[in-house]
């Protein structure tokens, strides 16, 4: 009995452990996509400046 016991113990303990790592990933690609985000609003930015030096030099 006291095998099961710590067999379902162990159990308990790893289903915990799987959701806090599951909260863990779930916060991570959020921040990952924030992060996409801000990152595609600057490659934006710098390709309108680069559109707009390679106007300025082209006339």
């Not at 790592?21 to 924030?34: H, V």
């Not at 996409?36 to 609003?41: H, P």
């Amino acid at each position: 009995m006291e095998a099961i016991e710590q067999l379902s113990k162990k159990i308990d303990d790893l289903l915990e452990l799987k959701s806090l790592l599951e909260q863990e990933n779930q916060s991570l690609k959020k921040e990952l996509e924030e992060e996409r985000q801000k990152n595609m609003l600057v490659s934006e930015k710098v390709n309108a400046l680069l559109t707009k030096i390679d106007a300025e030099i082209s006339s």
